[in-house]
């Protein structure tokens, strides 16, 4: 599981991951939030977050490996308990002055900076969650550093 504060870096080290994690179901939060705004960006948010939660749960059900952008053991923790399931959870963090450098980088930017910085201090790490400073941490070491705490699952 992959979560974090906006711009720091979830998406960009899910897409690495995804490259070297053969077999692996990607539940991906953010995209469905993003393809479900037009139906208003609350109603969005919490269908997107019901329908990750059904997946993941059909997903151990069946006993398959997946990579969880977006969402928590605090989301998630039922359904893991549910089934017995071992899990890494990764929370990747940095500075709110640099998911606001970040975001304005972007193609497409997401927010305004009041927001971001607002949103940063909401987004926590959960508890045994290991925690991922994405400024200190280039992209391919982030995700080497999550392939060698996952391969031993």
Request: net charge neutral.
């Amino acid at each position: 599981m992959i979560s974090g504060p906006i711009a720091a870096g979830k998406s960009t080290v899910c897409g690495h991951l995804l490259e070297h994690l053969s077999g692996y179901a990607f539940v991906d939060k953010a995209y469905l939030k993003n393809a479900l705004k037009p139906i208003g960006k609350d109603e969005a948010k919490k269908i997107a977050a019901e329908a990750c939660s059904l997946m993941v749960d059909r997903l151990m059900e069946a006993g398959k490996n997946i990579l969880v952008h977006e969402l928590s053991m605090k989301n998630l923790g039922e359904t893991v308990k549910k089934y017995d399931y071992e899990c890494c959870c990764f929370y990747l963090k940095c500075s709110p002055e640099t998911s606001v450098k970040r975001d304005e980088a972007r193609v497409k930017k997401s927010h305004n900076p009041e927001y971001v910085i607002s949103t940063h201090s909401k987004v926590l790490p959960q508890e045994g969650e290991i925690i991922i400073n994405t400024e200190e941490k280039t992209i391919e070491e982030t995700v080497d550093y999550i392939l060698k705490k996952i391969e031993y699952l």
